[in-house]
């Protein structure tokens, strides 16, 4: 029995070892968040549109914010003629609220005797919170949302839907612009102008109209110095940060526009870019998530090639 036992080990371990045999291949590594985007072809790129996008000059640098005028056309519309007729030349920052808004504009908008003039833009537009659900190319989150029953992208903005009542709208997510109103629902022109650098405020969501979002300069509004007045407002003139001027894309010439590029999100990439999100490969991380947020997929740019 000795013999036959060490006999039977031999021919286990011969064949074992043989070259011939089928081996399990380890599953191929997905690629991760930087892979997805250096693989993707340039086709799930887009230019800027120069009439619907403004560049913000602070001191510190410039902002370059893109209109939403799918979602907010008479918004986006007065906010063309508004950086066209230079309103905000000279204007300030007027209020920074710690995790909530960087907000500009008219410092003495409320004063009759001092504002300054509108020019030819509208002085009273509706609220544009929702826009139909209906005939949306909304590229559609799988992804649970605690604030909304469908989330997604449109145009590389983050919307959130409800189906049942049939409409869509703009989310409140970091980056985000919206016009400032007072408490009528229509009180809003697009003179003044806010950005959500804090946590996600998406209670504000169907009570602002949201007009667009930042991408690129984020780190000019974010980190400027916090209001101590109520609601972050600055208590002195002198702590505003002046805003040089603002110009929409088409008013510059084709050389002193911005060079980027921003990734379709009605592209495969993207849908890739979500899926690395949420699975992450990269060596770093001890759990992956396996979710993403509306607020948490923030849409790329690159420099345009």
Known sequence: MPRLRHALAAALATFAAAPWLPTQAAPAAKP?????LARSP?????????????????PSGAVVIELAPRFAPRHAANIRTLAH????????????QDNYVTQWGDPDGEVPDKAKPL??????????????????????????DGWTPVTGFVDGMPVAADPKAGQAWLAHCYGMVGAGRDMARDSSNGTELYTVIGQSPRGLDLNITLVGRVLQGMEHLSSLPRGTAEMGFYAEPAQRT????????ADMPAAERPAIEVLRTDSATWQALLQARRVRQEAWFVHSPRHIGLCNAPVPTRPAK
């Open 32 to 36: 991760g968040v930087s892979e997805v």
């Open 42 to 58: 340039a086709a799930d790129w887009r230019p800027l549109d120069p009439q619907n996008t403004f560049l913000m000059e602070l």
């Open 242 to 249: 002046t805003i040089r001027r603002v110009r929409l894309l």
């Open 85 to 96: 007729e230079g309103y905000w030349d000279g204007l300030a920052i007027v209020r920074v």
């Open 119 to 144: 020019g030819s833009a509208a002085r009273h537009l509706p609220a544009e919170f929702s826009v139909p659900l209906k005939g949306l190319p909304l590229t559609r989150l799988p992804d649970v």
